[in-house]
């Protein structure tokens, strides 16, 4: 199991930028698969972003492929999710997520997670 505390969130116009951070606590976190999902007031959770354990793999939901990017240093137990070009459409709560999901299709949804963190809040105003 590992704790998670995301930073970063803040209200920033469109076209701005943002990164969040996501820190985690534990000895395990370079074995976990980390991901960022959002979730908008009365919205279901969504898929964002996700990094393997070793940092080599990406994934990106569609609407935001191009514009953010997920990093992680293990050796800070921190994983990072830059946002560049910010719309109105990506304001959310911003959840950092570790999991060991069992395939990659997993790495999509909420269930191939098994930790989380409070979340972020994100407000990008027009």
């Known amino acids: 199991q590992v704790q998670l505390v995301e930073s970063g969130g803040g209200l920033v116009q469109a076209g701005d930028s943002l990164r969040l951070t996501c820190a985690a606590s534990g000895r395990t976190f370079s074995s976990y698969v980390m991901g960022w999902f959002r979730q908008a007031p009365g919205k279901e959770r969504w898929f964002v972003a996700a990094?393997?354990?070793?940092?080599?793999?990406?994934y990106y939901a569609d609407s935001v492929k191009g514009r953010f990017t997920i990093s992680r240093d293990n050796a800070k137990n921190t994983v990072y999710l830059q946002m560049n070009s910010l719309q109105p459409e990506d304001t959310a709560l911003y959840l950092c997520?570790?999991?060991?999901?069992?395939?990659?299709?997993?790495?999509?949804?909420?269930?191939?997670?098994?930790?989380w963190g409070q979340g972020t809040q994100v407000t990008v105003s027009s």
């Open positions: 990094i393997s354990w070793s940092g080599s793999n990406t």
């Open positions: 997520a570790a999991g060991r999901p069992k395939s990659s299709g997993n790495y999509y949804v909420s269930g191939g997670y098994s930790d």
